[in-house]
């Protein structure tokens, strides 16, 4: 110590000292927390995929209308509902806006459904009824292999669903985020039930 008067000041070495006491645990409190951080966003912050999930199918109606004038004509009007499982396995809520999902027969589009803007809240699920009408003009151009196949009892249609949206962390940190489904179902007639179903999830 350094005597001035009646005070003792410091020495050049206890002062450097100190100072590297107080470096040290500044630089082992930003290492940790950088650590913490690294954890974080490599577990409960990383983004995992939403997924859709087809819980349940039906052929609502299978209603064909015959005109004869002025020219004979069949008309086949058909409805398919579908209950979708939006699932968000993210410890951050997920906002997604207006989905869609189209039914497609012989790999044409015939018909379409909107799907609402929602959100789903962190580790949690959403179900959505979805209906899908297909009118005759739109099946006019696969008409007669339609009733065919509804004739020969099997019909094979495809659903393909997009839901995109936005994965926020902590209300700051954003991830867009896409939820597709697929799926390919096979009626029998006359019942109209499903036979086989076959799904496919995936994310963008």
């Known amino acids: 110590m350094i005597e001035t008067g009646d ?23 930003l290492l940790l927390l950088f650590l913490i951080i690294l954890i974080l966003a490599l577990s409960v912050f990383k983004a995992r995929a939403v997924h859709v999930h087809l819980l349940s199918a039906s052929l609502g109606s299978v209603s064909p209308r015959i005109s004869s004038f002025p020219i004979f004509n069949v008309v086949l009007n058909l409805t ?4 979708l499982l939006v ?8 906002r997604h806006g207006p989905g869609k999902s189209l039914l497609l ?28 009408t297909v009118e005759g003009n739109e099946l006019s151009s696969n008409l007669k292999s339609l009733l065919n196949d509804i004739l020969a009892g099997q019909l094979v249609m495809e659903t393909r669903t997009t839901i995109p949206g936005r994965i926020t962390f902590l209300g700051i ?14 009626f029998v007639f006359p019942d109209a039930k499903i036979q086989r179903r076959e799904c496919k999830n995936k994310a963008e």
């Open 80 to 83: 398919l509902n579908l209950t």
């Open 7 to 29: 005070h003792q000041l410091p020495t050049p070495r206890w002062h450097s000292h100190r100072c590297r006491i107080v470096g040290g645990t500044i630089l082992g409190f």
């Open 87 to 94: 699932d968000n396995p993210n410890y951050a809520s997920f």
């Open 105 to 132: 027969y012989q790999g044409s589009q015939m018909g379409e459904a909107n799907i609402d803007p929602g959100l789903i809240p962190s580790m949690g699920d959403v179900t959505i009824p979805c209906r899908l």
């Open 173 to 186: 940190f954003k991830k867009h985020a896409v939820a597709n489904s697929a799926c390919k179902f096979t």
